[in-house]
């Protein structure tokens, strides 16, 4: 096992055992590909699925592997035709039995830190759909709240403004000016310390690293 695989995987222990103190279910999986067989056997046929914006759900091959299975009516905004639609969709998404999403940083003491533009997502995590599954890379785990906080704003948030074409100062600077420009991405913070209720948010860490 080389180097990084062992750091990950004590990371990952840490983390785990801190995420289930808080009534989080967690598990572990040391590639994306096993990650993604554990996260479709969760779903059982018949289910109405949605999902995020997430890197980390398209580099995984999640998205795929949803977009894939015939037994399940995903919830897709990727195929709506106009603003409403996609509008349609958010709203729908919180009937889903499966919110699939990624976390923008979990600290190693347990809590997730993400921070949403539109706030869909978010409030997804918050309330409505009946599950939630995280596909999250290690690379995501700070071992502080402040260093998630600053990983959310310094990293995440300005690699996702140039990926969305947004002109923002962190997109040319890579660092958070706390801004309030029309393109910010970054109107909700939200910390969820906490699965209630319990098992409802189900995390699975993997051993790479992906997404921003």
Partial sequence: MNPIDIYYENLANITKKNLEKRQFECHYCKTAKEAVALATNMVEAGSLVSFGGSMTLAESGMSDSLKQRTDITLLDRSKANSPEEVSEIYHKSFYADYYFMSSNAITS????????????????????????????????????????????????????????????????????????????????????????????????????????
Avoid: Q, W
């Fill in 109 to 212: 003491d347990g809590e997730l830190v993400n921070i949403d533009g539109t706030g869909n997502r978010v409030a997804a995590l918050i309330y409505g759909p009946k599950n939630i599954i995280i596909l999250a890379g290690m690379n995501k785990v700070s071992p502080s709240f402040e260093e998630a906080i600053s990983r959310v704003r310094n990293v995440a948030s300005p690699i996702n403004a140039n990926r969305l074409n947004r002109k923002t100062p962190c997109a040319s600077t890579g660092v958070c000016a706390d801004c309030l420009s029309p393109d910010c991405i970054c109107s909700h913070t939200v910390i969820t310390r906490r699965s209630a209720p319990k098992n409802r948010i189900k995390i699975i860490l993997i051993g790479e690293s992906l997404g921003y």
